[in-house]
């Protein structure tokens, strides 16, 4: 769960609290919170509970997660189905390599293997 920067913002002017005065209760730069508000840089997530303190808020109006996580629609993601969608660009650029190396093939001057060559490329 990371704050949004706009949101961020947002509760801090309506708690009537300077950029400078969140910077002194969280110990940090007021160009940090300048940043985080601008998006420039987000909040690490350690920070999510005394950013909620200093502005009096909870965690979940500052991230946008609804308290009840619950009534939250979570799609199931197949990693296989990930997977298996990587291996096949893996092997089609590998495929493409072999292709154009076999094109290529007698046109070398040195006799590094395709394996290798392919590695580094």
């Known amino acids: 769960m990371q704050i949004k920067g706009e949101v961020l913002r947002t509760v801090r002017k309506e708690q009537n609290m300077s950029q400078e005065e969140l910077a002194l209760e969280l110990k940090v730069t007021v160009s940090t ?9 987000i909040p690490d997530e350690r920070y999510n509970k005394p950013i909620a303190r200093a502005l009096d808020v909870n965690v979940h109006k ?54 290798e060559d392919w590695r580094n490329n």
């Not at 919170?33 to 840089?41: A, F, G, T, V």
Request: aromatic share 10%.
């Open 62 to 115: 500052l991230t946008g997660v609804p308290t009840d996580v619950s009534t939250v629609d979570v799609k199931r993601i197949d990693t296989y189905e990930e997977e298996n969608i990587l291996l096949k660009r893996l092997m089609e650029s590998f495929e493409q390599f072999v292709q154009d190396k076999e094109k290529n093939m007698g046109n070398d001057k040195h006799e590094e293997s395709w394996e």
């Open 33 to 41: 919170i300048s940043n985080w508000e601008r998006k420039e840089y």
